[in-house]
């Protein structure tokens, strides 16, 4: 059974920083990118920031561009995202997903972590 285990949220400050991280099965197929989204109280999930499985090409919502780096160790089978800056509108349940290519389209990411809940105060 594919598992994407995420870990790393709590409660911080607006301006302070916090690093997700998202542990894969070692059932989980080779060669898949990586993805972060988000879903806030009452509003839809929607995409963060995604890695290729090389790491070579990332995307990156415009609302958390320059505050917020994805990133990946294979060795770990380990997706990472540290987030700058954080604002109050950050706040969400952050979920990392797997797919085969990287889009920012929820559809397109076949497995799903359950999420850590990020809470930033004001």
């Known amino acids: 059974q594919v598992q994407l285990v995420e870990s790393g949220g709590g409660l911080v400050q607006a301006g302070g920083s916090l690093r997700l991280s998202c542990a894969a099965s070692t059932r989980m197929p080779n060669n898949y990118g990586k993805g972060w989204f988000r879903q806030a109280p009452g509003k839809e999930r929607e995409f963060v920031a995604a890695?290729?499985?090389?790491?070579?090409?990332?995307l990156y919502a415009d609302s958390v561009k320059g505050r917020f780096t994805i990133s990946r160790d294979n060795a770990k089978n380990t997706v990472y995202l540290e987030m700058n800056s954080l604002k109050p509108e950050d706040t969400a349940v952050y979920y990392c997903?797997?797919?085969?290519?990287?889009?920012?389209?929820?559809?397109?990411?076949?497995?799903w972590g359950q999420g850590t809940q990020v809470t930033v105060s004001s």
């Open positions: 997903a797997a797919t085969k290519f990287i889009t920012r389209l929820r559809s397109s990411y076949e497995f």
């Open positions: 890695i290729s499985w090389s790491g070579g090409s990332t």
